[in-house]
Each structure stands twice: as structure tokens, then as C-alpha cells.
């Protein structure tokens, strides 16, 4: 009963919609009614301005991360022999995740989950989070556009997961990967349609203007 009450509190931390609630609090402003519409990091951005969305971002990812690390936090709430073993704290990331996309707190709505994952990577193993980090910044700075890199970072993510054999992460990599191209499925649309919003800096920004 512990173990389940400990997956609530996984899936409650991760519901936790913050830039719904900044945007309230702080400015007066429902995001979901703006931008895009999403309550993640890119759309408090467009909305509420970039410390808005870097606190999202942060606080989003802290979700993942905290959640993740409740087995440590609380280890006398696991059970000492699990089947799932050290694959444990990633079922409490993916009780995150699930809050974060489908969160009691807006009914049952929610982000991309992209901050979120990242957070969950980060508590499981810190070195492929910065690997991660990197990687999507890079692709952001070269695409302009962070749904792209976005997904382009997770698919990456996968394969090197794959390639250190870490056989859960792997698994889970591949199913949010999934999830994340299908949440992401109408900024596809409008890549391919060359009509996807981008940020005002790096090379895909500078090589459209000069267009």
C-alpha cells in the first residue's frame, strides 16, 4: 500500500500544471487561452515572457526529477525486493510524465511531457541528462525550432541508450519518443508546411530571414 501511495505522489507532483498557475498567479493570464495553447515551457515563452518560461521549464523538470528520486527520498516505502529493481525510479518518472500530460489538475490535460522526461533522466542518470541537455540545445540553436529538437533529441536519446545496453531505458525511450512525435503531431504538420514558429536566434531563424 505504501509503493501505491508513493506512485499517487509520483503522479500528483507530475500533475502539478505550473504554467498554468504562474500564468494566474503572476500575470494575470490563462496560457491555455494563448499561443499554442499548451502549458509547457515553449508556450509560457510566447506568452508570459522568457523568466516565465524558464521557471516552468525548471519547475517541470524538477517535477520529473523529484519524482524519480521518491524511492531514494523514501526508501522505506519500497519494498526491498522489487521485480523491477533498479528499474524502479523510472516507473515513478513515468508516473510524472503521466501526471504532467493528462493532469488531474486540468482536466486531464496537460504538456508534451518533453521537460518532464527530461527531469526523470535526470534523477535515473544524470550523465545522459547532460548528454540529452546538449544535445537539444544544439538542435535548437541549428533548427530554430524547439519541437524539432525536440524530437530529434529523444530519437538520439534512444539510440544511446541502445548503445550503453541500458535495456529499460531503452524500452521507455522508445515509448516516449513515440508519444512525443504523436504530441507533437501538428507541429509536423506545419515543418512540413515551413510554417512552424521559431525562435529568435540560431541558424534556421538567420537562414529564413535571409529568404
Not at 495553447?37 to 523568466?51: E, F, K
Not at 527530461?118 to 544544439?138: D, E, H, K, R, T
Request: hydrophobic share 50%.
Amino acid at each position: 500500500m505504501k509503493l501505491i501511495g508513493l506512485l499517487i505522489m509520483a503522479y500528483l507532483l507530475g500533475a502539478i500544471p505550473n504554467g498554468v498557475w504562474i500564468g494566474k498567479a503572476f500575470f494575470k493570464t490563462d496560457i491555455r487561452q494563448s499561443g499554442s495553447g499548451n502549458i509547457g515551457t515553449t508556450n509560457t515563452y510566447r506568452v508570459l515572457g522568457p523568466y516565465a518560461g524558464t521557471t516552468v521549464m525548471v519547475l517541470d523538470i524538477a517535477k520529473g526529477t523529484v519524482a524519480t528520486l521518491l524511492p531514494t527520498f523514501l526508501p522505506n516505502w519500497v519494498p526491498a525486493h522489487t521485480v523491477l529493481g533498479s528499474a524502479l525510479p523510472l516507473l515513478f518518472g513515468l508516473m510524472a510524465i503521466l501526471g504532467h500530460t493528462f493532469s488531474i489538475f486540468d482536466h486531464f490535460k496537460g504538456g508534451k511531457a518533453v521537460a518532464t522526461s527530461a527531469g526523470m533522466l535526470l534523477g535515473y542518470n544524470p550523465i545522459m541528462f547532460v548528454i540529452a541537455a546538449g544535445l537539444w540545445v544544439s538542435l535548437i540553436y541549428w533548427t530554430s525550432m524547439v519541437s524539432l529538437a525536440s524530437m530529434i533529441a529523444f530519437s538520439l536519446v534512444t539510440l544511446i541508450s541502445l548503445l550503453f545496453h541500458d535495456w529499460y531505458l531503452t524500452g521507455i525511450a522508445v515509448a516516449l519518443t513515440v508519444f512525443v512525435f504523436y504530441r507533437h503531431r501538428t507541429n509536423i504538420t506545419r515543418i512540413r508546411e515551413g510554417t512552424e514558429s521559431m525562435v529568435p536566434f540560431g541558424h534556421g531563424y538567420h537562414k529564413q530571414l535571409k529568404k
